[in-house]
């Protein structure tokens, strides 16, 4: 706890020489220079993947012939495609590079082994795109968030198990014996991923448990890849954001430690509550709903911790483009689980079930919140990794606006949309058609939102394309560049 | 908090429960059923080797993403609808090694779809083009099931019925693939149409 305290104390950076501390992160960089890029890189990548597929995925549901004459870009395949290439391209590349990237600078220390995270980026990519493939050419499974045909499954697992090693070379070669929250979840998220993809793996495809079982193991997997997985990655960021780049400790942190074990706790059985009502035991799913309403507790802490601590320094939100995406993703973060919660009740699963209300919630978990956060981390990462400026600040404004406005739009058309249909589903016998037709506007929203998310993907692209590319300055080739904005980067 | 090791092992220990209790515990208790009866009688009913066939370009295809298979009758409006008369059984699915229950109902629930839908016909037509017999569906066309080719001689057996409106060019006829004939079979054999005694149906709940 005391050194806890001396992270926060040396906030405040006249306490320590900036000049040293610049130079000392900057030996930490570039160590790991190449290999986060490349993550970065392939995260960027995905993500105009993933927001292509997923405007042709709205599209389809309200024009279903559009591109229906492919027989490998059918709804069926383009759907879980999207999902995949959003989750297994874009949030773990991205997340990775966050954490790898949070982890080294918390360590203070150069980490080696750059080659091993590099490696195993490269086969990561080449395993998700084999998976993506593979779904194209009609290998899917049916499992939600296990969609890579088998095949791709072994490359995936051993490319994670590299790059979760780097991560925990990188931890233990840390100079401080402390270690701060960001960390914890950092481990957390490879050690659960690592954990719960045997498991999916083994009980459905190497041992398959028996029918439904199946689905139970795939809800349960497809609840803890969120919560388990992404999710600790994001707040890992969000943690490491909010004092670093707004110069503001996090208020009550001393609670870390009670959100970050309930939200373990509850969160590893929380995706058992979309099986409510089906062929499976009941009781399994009211564990679900139980372990939901028990994310309240981590909830409540990680609002009043991010919202205090936001607050605290209000006006620096909005100029800061980093904090400001934190604050997007916090913000999101407590509407999606509320969401999350709220939509486990078996009264409302009785309307929602089934519908896109549950992809809409997903939606903003994902994207909303990790995505979110992923994105503002990475323009913190950017200018530090590669010592040059964001060459053009307004379109990266633009480009949250943008992004933000998209993804409130998909949001509200899935979710609100989703409840509508729903509750016509399951509460009336009123004709599919013509329900469908009565959520047509949703459904054409969502499309509007999409487009919206994928212009603001295109400009993100342009920026971290041309911060790639830009030849340094004569200023920023002295290497003080971050030392000029002093209330932008505090030492550790 | 400060070392790597108590991370792991307290996740572990957390994971690991939640593994045991609600994954390993349930499949113990009930996820070793053995279908009852025998022959003719069988539950659940055994498909075709056609259908069978039918269940893997179903898988392929992708419709799990718009279909579930899984008849509720606690609550919602799916026996109302027709779509089953009893909720969904584990047994319904022992037979099954790939399971479709699927999360979203884009389109109808499909469990039973082979009592609702009889004619083999009905489902060639819809799925060379759903807008022939469901006006106004967001169901993609599967037309890439289907070959078009020029009528030689009499003209095949199994070309279909198109109305005017889709039909083709004078002299060539549309002819399902081998795909579509394993899926239209497969459709034809959805069925949960046989007693449970324990599965719950309305007539059997008190309370509805």
Known sequence: MNLICNLFSSIFPSLEGDGSNRDREQKIDASMRFAVLGLIKGSVFWLLVASLLGLIVSIKL??????????????GKVYPAFWNALVYGWLFNAGLACVAWIVARLGGRPVGNGPVLAISTVAWNIAAIIGVFGIFKGDQTPYR??????????????????????????????????????????????????????????????????????????????????????????????YYIIPKALGQHIVGYRQSGIAFWSWILFSSAAGLASLVNGPFPAWVASVGVTASFGLFLPLTV????????????????????SIRYVFYAVVAFIVATSLTIFGSLRGVQEATQFSQFADGVRYLFLVGFAGMAFTGTIYYILPRLLNKEIPNTPLADLQFWVQGLGIFTVTVALVYG??????????????????????????????????????????????????????????EKSADLIEAAPELEFPN | MNRGPFIFIGVLIIVSLSWAVTLVKPIQEAGNLSPIGKGEDRIPTRLTGLAEQGREVYQELGCVNCHTQQTLALVGTDVERGWGSRQSMPIDYIDQKVVFTGTNRVGPDL????????????????????????PGSNM????????????????SNRALALPEAYAVEEGYEVVPTRKAEALVAYMLGLSQAYEIEEAPAPEKLAFK
């Open chain 1, 62 to 75: 309200h024009k279903p012939d559009y591109l229906s004459d492919i027989s490998w870009m059918t709804y």
């Open chain 1, 145 to 238: 968030m296990l969609e890579f045909p088998t095949y791709a499954a072994p490359f995936l697992f051993a490319s994670f198990i590299g790059l979760g090693i780097w991560i925990l070379l990188a931890f233990k070669s840390r100079a401080y014996r402390s270690s701060f929250a960001s960390q914890w979840y950092a481990l957390a998220g490879v050690f659960c991923f690592v954990w719960i993809y045997t498991i999916a793996q083994v009980m459905i495809f190497c041992m398959p448990a028996q029918g439904v079982f199946q689905s139970v193991v795939a809800a349960w997997f497809g609840g803890n890849l969120i919560g388990l997985v992404v999710a600790p990655f994001a707040l890992a960021a969000i």
């Open chain 2, 140 to 155: 993609p066309s599967f037309a890439f099931l289907f070959e078009k080719r020029e009528i030689v001689g009499e003209g």
């Open chain 2, 111 to 134: 469990a039973n779809v082979g009592n609702r839908r009889t004619e083999a016909d009905w489902h060639y037509r819809h799925f060379y083009n759903p807008e022939i017999t469901s």
């Open chain 1, 418 to 475: 989703g409840y509508a249909h729903g509750a016509l589903l399951n509460g009336s016998t009123a004709d599919t058609i013509d329900i469908l037709k009565h959520t047509d506007t949703y459904l054409f929203l969502s499309t509007i939102g999409a487009s919206i998310f994928a212009v603001g993907n295109f400009a993100y692209a342009v920026s971290f394309i041309w911060i790639l590319l830009s030849p340094r300055t004569e200023k």
């Open chain 1, 302 to 321: 990680f609002s009043m911790q991010f919202l205090s601590s936001l607050f605290a320094s209000f006006s620096k939100i909005w100029d800061t483009l």
